[in-house]
């Protein structure tokens, strides 16, 4: 994992649950005795990315359709982190903040994990392209019930 990754240490769920309650009905014990969810159920991982979106991100909501995608965080975040160590090249090592910088994510379906992390770690503007009209209502839902993305994020409804 990326150094700046929030997840590097694994997850605090106590702080999880707390954040998003609903994610404690999925919490299991692993064989180490140690909090953690079942990986292979999909409304788990939803539970848990919802929770470290809620928690580690402070956004206010976050949901998907239940039939649609949902990409785990930490590992979105680490893409976001390379893109901004790979931007930092050309500013004397630093990986830059602020609006001047400003993204688009191509099919960001349902989730908007990209954009959502690029605002919250670093305050870039971004803009989503998507073509599933779903999708976009859904983005349109976080942007709107999420004061942090309001004025740094975009989506755009691709026709074709």
């Known amino acids: 994992m990326h150094p700046r990754n929030k997840h590097i240490n694994g997850y605090d769920i106590i702080k999880l649950v707390a954040a998003c309650p609903k994610l404690k009905t ?11 969810i079942n990986f292979s159920d999909p ?10 979106l809620i928690a580690d991100y402070n956004l206010d909501y ?9 990409p785990p965080v930490p590992g979105r975040a680490d893409y976001i982190h390379a893109i901004a ?14 609006k001047k910088i400003k993204g688009l994510d191509i099919g960001t379906g349902a989730n908007a994990i990209y954009p959502i992390i690029a605002i919250r770690e670093y305050s870039w503007q971004m803009a989503g392209a998507e073509i ?28 074709n």
């Open 26 to 36: 999925h919490v299991i014990k692993n064989p180490s005795g140690r909090d953690t």
């Open 62 to 70: 976050w949901d998907i359709p239940s039939s649609y995608l949902c």
């Open 85 to 98: 160590d790979h931007l930092g090249r050309f500013n004397r090592g630093t990986p830059p903040e602020g």
């Open 43 to 52: 409304k788990a991982v939803k539970a848990l990315n919802q929770a470290l």
């Open 132 to 159: 599933d009209p779903i999708a976009v209502d859904n983005i349109k839902k976080l942007i709107a019930l999420n004061q942090v993305l309001k004025n740094s994020f975009e989506i755009r409804h691709q026709q």
